[in-house]
């Protein structure tokens, strides 16, 4: 079984930044791929970034550039830093984890809200 708590959300100016972290529960975090995805209103939940167990990454074409996914084994935590924010970054983020086999987990999610 595996706990994630996300933490870090809240409301940021157009071109602002935010640091999301995932803090995970459970054992071997090192073999688990990690992702942040996010929900808008109306909107299907879609991945934005992903890392692997053996540090590769994936963005999706909106954010590249702009946010980056990191994973630090020895804190069993995944962080989205968030640059340049704009106005349709707004979204619940929630982190994943997943390993063939072994599950996929979700958090509880972190509203990211970019707004003058």
């Known amino acids: 079984q595996v706990q994630l708590v996300e933490s870090g959300g809240g409301l940021v100016q157009p071109g602002g930044s935010l640091r999301l972290s995932c803090a995970a529960s459970?054992?071997?975090?090192?073999?688990?791929?990690l992702g942040w995805y996010r929900q808008a209103p109306q909107k299907q939940r879609e991945l934005v970034a992903q890392?692997?167990?053996?540090?590769?990454?994936i963005y999706i074409d909106s954010v590249k550039g702009r946010f980056t996914i990191s994973r630090d084994n020895s804190k069993n935590t995944v962080y989205l830093q968030m640059s340049s924010l704009k106005p349709e970054d707004t979204a619940v983020y929630y982190c994943n984890s997943f390993r063939l086999g072994y599950g996929n987990y979700w958090g509880q999610g972190t509203q990211v809200t970019v707004s003058q």
């Open positions: 890392i692997t167990r053996d540090g590769r990454t």
């Open positions: 459970g054992s071997r975090f090192s073999d688990w791929r």
